[in-house]
């Protein structure tokens, strides 16, 4: 946690992204390159973003320099647990 929210990093390797690049990546069928294979529909990182916002989160994504992205998801952090098993 990180100011009372959870925070999730994920890093991956992969080509050199431009910065100018990455915020298109959070849309819904946009890839960083024209399909040319059966590699994915271009929605996971849609997906996060859209799961995230319902949640009050963030989504930031950052290229590596070296290639690949850093993408962080902040939420808030849950309140107390609640146990549903007793009524």
Known sequence: TVDGRAVLTVANTGPVIAPDAVDGLLEPFRRLHDRS???????????????????????????????GLNVT???????????????
């Open 73 to 87: 998801v902040t939420l808030p952090k849950a309140g107390p647990e609640v146990d549903h098993t007793t009524a």
């Open 37 to 67: 294979d059966n590699d994915g529909f271009g929605l996971g990182l849609a997906i996060v973003a859209s799961i995230s916002a319902v949640h009050d989160g963030t989504v930031t994504a950052q290229p590596i320099p070296d290639g």
